[in-house]
């Protein structure tokens, strides 16, 4: 009965241990899985965030997973932000997810390739407030097929001192 005490103390001991080492300023991280691997017009990624201090600078990243069967090299979105009583801004971008050999650029992990894409660079909201980021693909085909799921991550970036 001691072992199985000592052990079970043990586990309980290194999981407080990982789990209080991990420290993250993410503000929002939304991951929406994709119905059969097909991202389509409708599955729009949305999640609003609370900005309480505009005075500092924020990171924003477009999250994606696909299969190895993606059949293309790149990737087109729509990024749509709402500031707290204005109008909706929308912005469209495109991400290169593989070399020109044909190599995937996202870290990869048997079948399935991660990428985080930057959308915005320590970038200062305009005032505090809640703020509406929808993401939404915007390739030809609808749906687009091997999208695993696709998210928003918003980090606060480290004041340098």
């Not at 080492?21 to 994709?34: H, L, R, Y």
């Not at 299969?67 to 749509?80: D, E, G, K, M, V």
């Not at 593989?98 to 959308?119: E, F, I, Q, R, V």
């Not at 929808?134 to 004041?159: C, F, K, T, Y």
Request: aromatic share 12%; hydrophobic share 35%; glycine share 6%.
């Amino acid at each position: 009965m001691t072992k199985v005490k000592f052990l079970v103390i043990t586990f309980l001991l290194l999981n407080v241990g990982l789990w209080s080492g991990c420290k993250t300023d993410n503000i929002a991280d939304v991951n929406v899985s994709m119905p059969k691997h097909r991202w389509s017009y409708i599955n729009k990624i949305i999640t609003v965030v609370d900005i309480k201090d505009h005075t500092k600078t924020y990171d924003l990243f477009f999250k994606l997973r696909h299969t190895a069967a993606y059949r293309y090299s790149n990737i087109y979105i729509l990024f749509q932000m709402k500031e707290p009583g204005k109008t909706r801004t929308t912005r469209r971008y495109e991400y290169k997810l593989a070399s020109a050999n044909g190599k995937w650029l996202g870290a990869g992990s048997g079948d399935l390739y991660t990428s985080t894409l930057p959308l915005l660079t320590n970038y200062k909201f305009p005032e505090p407030g809640k703020y509406t980021l929808v993401i939404e693909q915007s390739m030809l085909d609808n749906p687009l097929h091997h999208i695993s799921d696709a998210g928003i991550m918003l980090r606060m970036r480290e004041s340098a001192n």
